[in-house]
């Protein structure tokens, strides 16, 4: 039984909202999210060994044998999730099944204006991608990658692998360069992004020991390892860490931003498209860089989410010491700790940011005034 809990408290500047409880027969909630503009929250519900989803302290659809990450619309008015019951894998949107069943499913992505839902599938070991209850084509593919809209929501792409080749698919149609699998080699593509310029899409290619990211079909420089590679909400800017000689550093549109350090993670574009933050880890402590300059205290554990305010002069994010996790604003701790949260979004008129977080057995929505 899962029981919603109203009301809120002012606690260290943090307006925290009691989003549920549970009652009676519930195991455990699990993988809580919130949306782009932080207007909704969601999770999962373990009970009685089934799980549903709850969205804004009301549960949405059925009961199922195992649901994945509840994923939001940008404006929080629609909530989608992979969901497996009597042996058959679907994709539930807002409550309902939508499209076919399938052996497996991926995790829904919304498209960046929220009117468009794309997710893998696959049937007896072949896998394809699905738009809005439709196949985007009738090809199938021994693998695919997440699919990736592009910043107008008007394309969608993936990655994807036969027995022979390696390619990018773009509505429906592969692209070119086209890249052979040799047997006995490693060869891996990944963390495609689709950008709004002649670049037309980037990605990832690890090649035996090397890896090189791929921009309008030409390739870049290679490194042992690259990681995080993003792009700015309009599709401009491209970056990503790459790793060279045991060292991490961050490149933006190909140039150095910062030192060199032994991680790096939670690389993000600020509000204006060009300023990058991320984590970086030296000599075992963890800090965040904005534009090459450190901004925060050295922290153990491990950091995760970052958020930048609507100016870029405030920094949150999150760390996790032994096993519980906690908020830090310019140098402060917000509110409490919890045993699991969501990633850091702003609210959509750019006042604060609003997480949700997880303690035992309740959830609560918090917002943090910027």
């Known amino acids: 039984m899962y029981r919603a809990r109203t009301g809120f408290l002012i606690l260290l500047g943090a307006a925290v909202w009691f989003a549920g409880g549970c009652g009676p027969g519930v195991d455990e909630l699990l993988l809580p999210t919130v949306s782009e503009n932080g207007s909704s929250i969601a999770h999962v519900v373990k009970s009685d060994g089934k799980m549903y989803v709850v969205k804004d302290a009301e549960r949405v659809g059925g009961t199922y044998d195992s649901v994945g990450q509840p994923v939001l619309s940008p404006d929080g008015r629609s909530v989608a999730f992979a969901a497996v019951s009597g042996g058959a894998a679907f994709v539930v949107k807002d409550g309902e099944q939508i499209g ?79 890249y052979d699998l040799e047997p006995g080699r490693m060869f891996h593509m990944y963390d495609l ?58 490149l933006r549109d190909g140039e150095r931003i910062g030192g060199v350090y032994d991680k790096v993670c939670g690389l993000v574009f600020g509000p204006d498209g060009r300023m990058v933050a991320f984590a970086a880890q030296s000599g075992g402590e963890w800090v965040v860089v904005k534009d090459g300059s450190i901004v925060s205290e050295g922290y153990e554990g491990h950091m995760g989410d970052i958020v930048l305010s609507p100016d870029g002069q405030s920094v949150a994010f999150t760390v996790q010491i032994e096993g519980k996790m906690f908020v830090v604003k310019d140098g402060a701790k917000v509110a409490e700790s919890y045993d699991t949260m969501s990633d850091l979004r702003t609210s959509a008129d750019g006042s ?19």
């Open 193 to 250: 992004v689709l950008l709004s310029d002649a670049r037309s899409l980037a990605y990832v290619i690890r090649q035996d020991e090397q890896m090189f990211v791929v921009e309008g079909g030409k390739e870049t420089q290679s490194y042992d390892a690259i990681r995080l590679l993003v792009s700015n909400a309009d599709g401009t800017v491209l970056a990503y860490s790459a790793d060279a000689t045991g060292k991490c550093f961050v």
């Open 352 to 370: 604060r940011f609003v997480f949700a977080g997880i303690r035992g057995k309740a959830i609560s929505r918090v917002e943090v005034a910027w």
């Open 100 to 178: 076919a069943q399938y052996d497996g499913v991926g995790t829904p992505v919304y498209s960046p204006d929220g009117n468009s839902l794309a997710y893998t599938a696959q049937n007896k070991g072949k896998w394809f991608v699905v738009r809005d209850a439709q196949r985007i084509s009738a090809e199938t593919y021994a693998r695919v990658g997440q699919p990736v809209f592009s910043p107008d929501g008007g394309s969608v792409a993936f990655t994807a692998s036969t027995s022979e080749k390696a390619f990018v698919v773009k509505d429906g149609v592969p692209m070119k360069p086209q």
